[in-house]
């Protein structure tokens, strides 16, 4: 699939003019509370010492979240026009392909389950811990799509077709810990559910629309907005396995003697009977992590030096707040542009973001952080844009 769209893009590239195509490389994760050395130990290697899961667990509130997204993809405006008439309504539209993939991550978590995590039970004895909520989201999905943009507006509609390669949710709606501190006795009480899919069986329809429009106005610096949206749909599982508990466990302190007489495979069916553990296989549909953004586009033509950008993102999860940010755009050069603002929400709380804007010619590249303090998270933007 991805070399059919490269052949085209080539073959376009060789025999017709007046096309463009952009490539966009992204990847942001980030917390609320927890610090950045414990996700980099997970995602880089190395150790996690008590001095930063000290700082996060005090830093955390009740609920939290934590997130990951990454990908990347490709937009080819080919020079091909509908075969329309000047006159009809689309006749100044044309072709244009593209072909992505995308990772999202959520995690909606208590403070007390981050501590029984990373610091055991010991310090929670005669204690109940608050485990719920609990949340995690996980797909990963390809897409390949195919639409219509307009030269003169930018804007454009694009359908594709979508290939989920994992997808995984759990949830914990009521979850409780107690350890009594006399008689070694652990109670939990557990009440959730999660999905995981098959790889590579997942298969929908998604719609990516990018609308833009300005102010009526007849100022040379007329302001323009832009409504992006983005995986706005569905795709459907044939067969996935989704697990269900619902019951009350109590472990007691045990002789050696009554553990050695149990099979583990014994132990764990018992485990699991009390806490009313069920397994089925089933087909569902799911709804795509579609993106919606509203915002404030920077006139790269402008007559003033400094202007405002802002803008606000929703992301349909759960577990991702709305993300708003805002700032000041500053022309320092003639093939130079930047912009510096502060950032909030999304996985994270308030942040510093920039960018730079960099125009040789037909080409034009991006580079923007949502995180340049890299304060509980990192954040990369990479964005590349050629006409020819």
Request: glycine share 10%; charged share 15%.
């Amino acid at each position: 699939m991805y070399r059919i769209f490269f052949i085209f893009l080539f073959v376009g590239n060789v025999l017709l003019g007046q096309q463009s195509i952009d490539l966009q490389l992204m990847g942001h994760y980030n917390s609320t509370g927890i610090v950045r050395q414990i996700p980099d130990a997970f995602f880089y290697g190395g150790t996690i010492d008590s001095a930063a899961i000290d700082k996060s667990y005090e830093s955390l509130k009740q609920r939290n979240n934590f997130g990951l997204l990454m990908g990347g993809y490709v937009i080819w405006k080919s020079p091909w026009k509908l075969p329309l008439a000047k006159d009809k309504l689309l006749a100044e539209y044309q072709w244009t392909f593209s072909i992505g993939a995308q990772q999202y991550t959520g995690l909606h978590f208590s403070k007390d389950a981050f501590g029984l995590l990373f610091k055991g039970g010991l310090p929670y004895l005669g204690d109940t811990l608050q485990l719920n909520p609990l949340l995690l989201e996980s797909t990963s999905f390809s897409k390949v799509g195919i639409g219509l943009s307009n030269p003169s507006t930018a804007s454009s509609i694009l359908l594709n077709f979508v290939q989920v390669q994992n997808h995984f949710a759990a949830r914990l709606n009521q979850a409780t810990w107690f350890q009594d501190d006399q008689t070694a006795q652990i109670s939990l009480d557990l009440d959730g559910t999660s999905n995981l899919g098959s790889p590579s069986l997942g298969f929908g329809l998604a719609l990516d629309i990018d609308y833009r429009f300005g102010t009526d106005t007849e100022e040379v610096d007329e302001q323009e907005f832009q409504l992006l949206v983005q995986n706005l749909g569905a795709a459907y599982i044939p067969s996935h396995q989704s697990y269900a508990l619902n019951g009350t466990m109590q472990l007691s302190a045990m002789p050696i003697s009554w553990w050695q007489n149990k099979k583990l495979d014994e132990l764990g069916q018992q485990i699991l009977d009390s806490l009313g553990f069920e397994k089925k296989v089933q087909s569902s549909w799911i709804l795509m992590p579609a993106s919606i953004l509203l915002a404030k586009r920077i006139n790269e033509e402008p007559i003033k030096k400094i202007q405002a950008y802002y803008g606000a993102q929703m992301l349909l999860r759960q577990s991702y707040t709305p993300f708003v940010y805002a700032g000041a755009h500053i022309k320092a050069k003639q093939f130079w542009q930047t912009g510096v603002g502060l950032a909030y929400g999304g996985f994270g709380g308030l942040r510093a973001q920039a960018y730079s804007i960099l125009k040789f010619n037909n080409k034009q590249l991006i580079l923007r952080s949502d995180n340049i303090t890299l304060h509980n998270g990192a954040s990369l933007l990479i964005q590349f844009r050629c006409e020819f």
